[in-house]
Nanobody, 124 residues
Framework: QVRLVESGGGLVQPGGSLRLSCEAS????????MGWFRQAPGKEREFVAL????????YYAGAVKGRFTISKDSADNTAYLQMNMLKPEDTAKYYC?????????????????WGRGTQVTVSA
């Protein structure tokens, strides 16, 4: 099973920026991707962004496209989520996942590989 550790959450004002990190360790292969999902209180977990293991393909939810950027450092198997122009509705706990890309793209995603999450709060 892949172990995932997120970091970088916090409190930020509307319009501000944060960068989340997710470090992966354990068995992976070239069919894998790393994704970010978020869950706000009282809501279902939703897809945010996904990057293929090689970094060659990226996918974004419509609500974050143009504001968030996902990237990956192959040297240390770390994925990043750069979040700009943050809005109060971005407030949620953000979770990292790693599995085959096709499984992470399903709704809901099919994977047992989740991090514990990091809280992002956007508020004045």
């Amino acid at each position: 099973q892949v172990r995932l550790v997120e970091s970088g959450g916090g409190l930020v004002q509307p319009g501000g920026s944060l960068r989340l990190s997710c470090e992966a360790s354990g068995p992976t292969n070239k069919e894998y991707g790393m994704g970010w999902f978020r869950q706000a209180p009282g809501k279902e977990r939703e897809f945010v962004a996904l990057i293929s293991w090689s970094g060659g393909s990226t996918y974004y939810a419509g609500a974050v496209k143009g504001r968030f950027t996902i990237s990956k450092d192959s040297a240390d198997n770390t994925a990043y989520l750069q979040m700009n122009m943050l809005k109060p509705e971005d407030t949620a706990k953000y979770y990292c996942a790693a599995d085959q890309v096709k499984q992470l793209l399903l709704r809901p995603p099919i994977t047992d590989n989740w991090g514990r999450g990091t809280q992002v709060t956007v508020s004045a």
